[in-house]
């Protein structure tokens, strides 16, 4: 049984019984049969049922939104600035399939050669919940245009979500089965991604699931899609103007209640700035009004489930018993619901577990290093490499700056965030391939090369 919880309250608001096998069965014939139609259609067919689902995602924002903030508990605003995204999402591959998946002519020494993009089937995404809409979003609008079908595995917790995704695609493509939803157990997934039904994999998820389901897949000699952890690095340098990148910061670590594989999460800073960075983050995080995320105002949700909030409260103590001092926050909170305050520990060190381990919470540690030198080193010092955020007055020096640290994505000056115009993922333990921009687009094609000889 799968039952949705609404954070805020910790009381139950929906459940829904587990799929048998039989259920499973029909929705991958479903999705089998419809994707071999699918693929045959002009792309310009396909990208008008992505503009749909944008139209669709807009049309019910409110109601989307609404359900997103009860089953895990984000603020309304940052909810409907979510399918928002999505939306814009399916207006950007709608717009731009045509030309990315486009033969590429590549001269050669027969009459005719180029690079084709064919769609290998059906994919089976396994989603999470902090971004439940997003997430599935950004991998299904290029991946349906390229002519794929998908089969969606969605967090256990956020069971209307992934009903209400199902219905917004079935709705927009007259494709019946096309995007099909399973509500299986964790245990099950490997038999899933052995169905010769299913061509390929894409998982957002913790580095632990991310190496299972590679091993999975590998086994079965099936490509993936792997966004897995972070422990991303904001660096402010001595340069930086300290209160835009501590009101960033706050932005950075704090929005989604800090439950975001790229939200900020180690605060690395120069000595001769790090007293003044500290006052200004505390200022910014201790005005974030924690309460209701139904409510206009408040800014701070509560965090998804319990054992969450366990946990990250497990790593804040660790750490206090390992020497950071606690700046704000800290405590558990009594009530109900799985709040936590919004909480900043300084003089954190690589030792201490809010400094090597991912905090997935309202969790900055603020780490002190001596120079620039020391805080690229301090950066790649992680297993992780998804995303890191470099402030500096000096921009022309950054470019070379970022090209040191090891991170998907390098952001100079801003917050690190997906845009459907760039590709998106991470190294390391972080995973490997891409969605977004042109690559993720591409991920689920069969890059074929065709060559024609001579007349004869």
Same mark, same amino acid.
């Given at each position: 049984?799968?039952?949705?919880?609404?954070? &805020?309250?910790?009381?139950?608001?929906?459940?829904?019984?587990?799929? %048998?096998?039989?259920?499973?069965?029909?929705?991958?014939?479903?999705?089998?049969?419809?994707?071999?139609?699918?693929?045959?259609?002009?792309?310009?067919?396909?990208? &008008?049922g992505?503009?749909?689902?944008?139209?669709?995602?807009?049309q019910?924002?409110?109601?989307?939104?609404?359900?997103? =903030?009860?089953?895990?508990?984000?603020?309304?605003?940052? &909810?409907?600035?979510?399918?928002?995204?999505?939306?814009?999402?399916?207006?950007?591959?709608? *717009?731009? &399939?045509?030309?990315?998946?486009?033969?590429?002519?590549?001269?050669?020494?027969g009459?005719?050669?180029?690079?084709?993009?064919?769609?290998?089937?059906?994919?089976?995404?396994? #989603?999470?919940?902090?971004?439940?809409?997003?997430?599935?979003?950004?991998?299904?609008?290029?991946?349906?245009?390229?002519g794929?079908?998908?089969?969606?595995?969605?967090?256990?917790?956020?069971?209307?979500c992934?009903?209400?995704?199902?219905?917004?695609?079935?709705?927009?493509?007259?494709?019946?089965?096309?995007?099909?939803?399973?509500?299986?157990?964790?245990?099950?997934?490997?038999?899933?991604? %052995?169905?010769?039904?299913?061509?390929?994999?894409?998982?957002?998820?913790?580095?632990?699931?991310?190496?299972?389901?590679?091993?999975?897949?590998?086994?079965?000699? @099936?490509k993936?899609?792997?966004?897995?952890?972070?422990?991303?690095?904001?660096?402010?340098?001595? %340069?930086? *103007?300290?209160?835009?990148?501590?009101?960033?910061?706050?932005?950075?670590?704090?929005?989604?209640?800090?439950q975001?594989?790229?939200?900020?999460?180690?605060?690395?800073?120069?000595?001769?700035?790090a007293?003044?960075?500290?006052?200004?983050?505390?200022?910014?995080?201790?005005?974030?009004? #924690?309460?209701?995320?139904?409510?206009?105002? =408040?800014?701070?949700?509560?965090?998804?489930?319990?054992?969450?909030? =366990?946990?990250?409260?497990?790593?804040v103590?660790?750490?206090?018993?390992?020497?950071?001092?606690? @700046?704000?926050?800290?405590?558990?909170?009594?009530?109900?619901?799985?709040?936590?305050?919004? =909480?900043?520990?300084?003089?954190?060190?690589?030792?201490?577990?809010?400094?090597?381990?991912?905090?997935?919470?309202?969790?900055?540690?603020?780490?002190?290093?001596? *120079?620039?030198?020391?805080?690229?080193?301090?950066?790649?010092?992680?297993?992780?490499?998804?995303?890191?955020?470099?402030?500096?007055?000096?921009v022309?020096?950054?470019?070379?700056?970022?090209?040191?640290? %090891?991170?998907?994505?390098?952001?100079?000056?801003?917050?690190?965030?997906?845009?459907?115009?760039?590709?998106f993922g991470?190294?390391?333990q972080?995973?490997?391939?891409?969605?977004?921009?042109a690559?993720?687009?591409?991920?689920?094609?069969?890059?074929?090369?065709?060559?024609?000889?001579?007349?004869?």
């Open positions: 049984m799968l039952i949705s919880i609404n954070p &805020a309250t910790g009381e139950a608001i929906a459940q829904y019984p587990l799929h %048998d096998p039989a259920h499973v069965d029909t929705v991958l014939d479903a999705a089998a049969r419809a994707q071999a139609r699918w693929r045959a259609l002009p792309i310009e067919a396909r990208c &008008a992505m503009r749909r689902a944008g139209e669709l995602l807009r019910r924002k409110k109601a989307y939104a609404r359900l997103i =903030t009860l089953e895990m508990g984000k603020p309304l605003s940052e &909810a409907l600035a979510e399918i928002e995204k999505s939306a814009w999402t399916c207006d950007h591959y709608a *717009d731009h &399939a045509p030309r990315l998946l486009a033969d590429e002519p590549v001269p050669a020494n009459s005719y050669s180029a690079v084709t993009y064919d769609p290998l089937g059906v994919v089976l995404a396994i #989603m999470p919940w902090n971004y439940p809409f997003w997430q599935f979003v950004r991998f299904a609008a290029p991946t349906l245009c390229a794929n079908g998908a089969v969606l595995k969605h967090a256990g917790n956020v069971p209307q992934a009903l209400a995704l199902e219905e917004l695609f079935r709705d927009a493509i007259d494709m019946p089965g096309l995007v099909g939803n399973v509500f299986i157990e964790p245990e099950r997934v490997a038999a899933l991604i %052995d169905d010769s039904r299913i061509a390929a994999v894409t998982l957002t998820g913790s580095t632990a699931v991310g190496k299972l389901v590679a091993a999975q897949a590998g086994r079965a000699m @099936k993936q899609v792997l966004e897995l952890g972070g422990s991303d690095p904001f660096i402010v340098l001595a %340069d930086a *103007d300290v209160e835009r990148a501590a009101a960033a910061a706050a932005k950075a670590r704090f929005s989604n209640t800090g975001s594989c790229i939200s900020a999460k180690r605060f690395i800073v120069d000595g001769r700035v007293d003044e960075f500290s006052a200004r983050l505390c200022a910014h995080a201790g005005a974030l009004a #924690m309460g209701d995320p139904l409510q206009a105002g =408040t800014g701070l949700g509560p965090m998804a489930r319990a054992n969450l909030r =366990t946990a990250l409260h497990d790593q103590e660790r750490s206090l018993a390992q020497g950071a001092e606690l @700046k704000l926050g800290g405590g558990m909170p009594d009530g109900p619901g799985f709040f936590y305050p919004a =909480t900043v520990l300084d003089h954190v060190t690589p030792a201490m577990a809010a400094g090597c381990e991912e905090t997935f919470g309202p969790v900055a540690a603020v780490m002190r290093v001596r *120079d620039t030198e020391a805080a690229i080193a301090l950066a790649n010092a992680t297993e992780f490499g998804l995303g890191a955020a470099l402030w500096t007055g000096n022309d020096g950054a470019r070379e700056l970022a090209r040191g640290i %090891d991170a998907g994505a390098v952001f100079v000056n801003g917050i690190v965030a997906s845009d459907a115009r760039l590709p991470g190294i390391k972080s995973g490997y391939g891409r969605e977004l921009g690559a993720g687009i591409r991920e689920f094609t069969n890059i074929k090369t065709y060559w024609v000889g001579p007349a004869t």
